[in-house]
């Protein structure tokens, strides 16, 4: 079992709608999450993190953790072509101090 | 207010060389991580590094890789004797407290083996 996965996508949404991505993970007693983005050719960019059960906001994105099912998810509301790119969701060890990250969902936002 | 700082940004080695990645944290930064990214896959840990301390080189080769992050200076990846399947993206990122923790990338370095 890989430690985080993600859908590969890619995923298409339309201009304006609300793209949902999603990640489950293996270690159990993990406590931190990051959500990524990186654009083609770039380094990725940290967008949000979240530490505790429940929704977290910030403008345009929601991210949303349940440790029960160890399952982080991140929505993106209004999206814009600009929001294309692949999200890459990251989950800290409890092994050691490194984050580790899935694979990345590409995001495609159609106009 | 300089943000993590890798160079090159790009590197051309020849099989048999040696290549070498530096990468500079942001300022107030002591830890540092390495990752290396293969075309279309994610980032793949490496090392974790604080100043002159490996804390975890689980990610690794266990040959021909090397990496260092010494009392002055930059953070150093080392990679002896390059074979193709060395060319990747290799991103350095950098935190201020020990991890896990948020991370902020620097620009990557792309090792091209030829």
């Known amino acids: 079992q890989k430690e985080v996965e993600q859908n590969s996508g890619p995923l298409s949404v339309p201009e304006g709608a609300i793209a949902s991505l999603n990640c489950t993970y293996s270690?159990?007693?993990?406590?931190?999450f990051f959500w990524y983005r990186q654009y083609s050719g770039k380094s990725p960019e940290l967008i949000m993190s979240i530490y505790s059960n429940g929704d977290k906001e910030d403008g345009r994105f929601t991210a949303q953790l349940n440790k029960a099912s160890q399952y982080v998810s991140l929505l993106i509301r209004d999206s814009q072509p600009s929001d294309s790119a692949t999200y890459l969701c990251a989950v800290g060890s409890t092994s050691y101090d490194k984050v580790i990250f899935g694979p990345g969902t590409s995001l495609s936002v159609i106009p | 207010n300089a943000g993590v700082m890798q160079n090159p940004r790009h590197l051309v080695r020849r099989r048999g060389q040696e290549a070498r990645l530096r990468c500079s944290p942001m300022k107030g930064h002591s830890h540092v991580y390495w990752y290396r990214q293969l075309p279309e896959e994610g980032l793949k840990f490496m090392v974790y590094l604080q100043k002159e301390n490996i804390i975890d080189e689980s990610g690794m080769p266990k040959e021909r890789f090397s990496a260092e992050f010494p009392k002055e200076g930059p953070s150093i990846l080392r990679i002896q004797q390059v074979v193709r399947g060395d060319s990747a993206a290799y991103f350095c990122?950098?935190?201020?407290?020990?991890?896990?923790?948020?991370?902020?990338f620097g620009q990557g370095t792309r090792l091209t083996v030829v």
């Open positions: 270690d159990r007693g993990s406590q931190s």
């Open positions: 990122a950098s935190s201020p407290l020990r991890g896990p923790t948020e991370a902020f």
